[in-house]
T-cell receptor
């Protein structure tokens, strides 16, 4: 069992839909990261959070520390949002190194 | 974008040959990491460095070695490549945790390695 579980593994949406990607983890953490990987491979950081909620444009990330769960929401989705979204956690249990989920493949159709 | 480059970007090699991948940064970050990315798996840590000549193993270090002789360069060597090492390799950099600046990781563009 992976320490970081993401769901769904694959997601296809129509342009304009509201999208939610979930991340669950099993240990106490100091921070959780959401990353985006576009076709072609480059990986960029979207959010780093340890509590509450962060918003950037149409992207919203939330975390519930007690439930060990985070969600990434995309409002008014667009085909350019098509990418792999990766959740990663940092924990003292892992020597403060990042441990990554397997990613969620998102395709937004026009 | 953080100044991280990887070379080569693509490589095809034969089983049993040595291969060295290079990561170069211009950000003067103390920590550098090598990951591999395979379908169905998250990014997995191979080795990391916390300073010049200071390195440690990650979760999938067997068959790999690293060296860091300068702050800006981190080399990953496959001493004798095997087909199971066919993967996409990513380098990343960060400041140490906790950092007054940020301990976000910044990723290089990746190297696609195929071992035939």
């Amino acid at each position: 069992k992976n320490e970081v579980e993401q769901s769904p593994q694959n997601l296809t949406a129509q342009e304009g839909e509201f999208i939610t990607i979930n991340c669950s983890y099993s240990v106490g953490i100091s921070a959780l990261h959401w990353l985006q990987q576009h076709p072609g491979g480059g990986i960029v950081s979207l959010f780093m959070l340890s509590s509450g909620k962060k918003k950037h444009g149409r992207l919203i990330a939330t975390i519930n520390i007690q439930e060990k769960h985070s969600s990434l929401h995309i409002t008014a989705s667009h085909p350019r949002d098509s990418a792999v979204y990766i959740c990663a956690v940092r924990s003292g249990e892992y020597g403060n190194k990042l441990v990554f989920g397997a990613g969620t493949i998102l395709r937004v159709k026009s | 974008d953080a100044g991280i480059t990887q070379s080569p970007r693509h490589k095809v090699t034969e089983t049993g040959t040595p291969v060295t991948l290079r990561c170069h940064q211009t950000e003067n970050h103390r920590y550098m990491y090598w990951y591999r990315q395979d379908p169905g798996h998250g990014l997995r840590l191979i080795h990391y460095s916390y300073g010049v000549k200071d390195t440690d193993k990650g979760e999938v270090s067997d068959g790999y070695s690293v060296s860091r002789s300068k702050t800006e360069d981190f080399l990953l060597t496959l001493e004798s490549a095997t087909s199971s090492q066919t993967s996409v390799y990513f380098c990343a950099i960060s400041e140490p945790y906790p950092s007054v600046v940020s301990y976000e990781q910044y990723f290089g563009p990746g190297t696609r390695l195929t071992v035939t």
